[in-house]
């Protein structure tokens, strides 16, 4: 899995296990983290739920 940090919260994603790419474009809410985990947890769930 690769990973690109970008400044604000943007963050990319590439699984090529699952060939999947996420892209996150938006800010990050001040007192809120978004990070590479909450990512991985998106994919996981739009990947395992039907």
């Not at 590439?14 to 991985?40: I, M």
């Amino acid at each position: 899995m690769y990973w690109a940090i970008g400044f604000g919260g943007q963050i990319i994603q590439v699984d090529r296990g699952s060939d999947t790419v996420v892209v996150r474009l938006g800010r990050n809410v001040p007192g809120a983290r978004y990070g590479p985990a909450d990512t991985a947890k998106v994919v996981t769930m739009a990947l395992v739920t039907p």
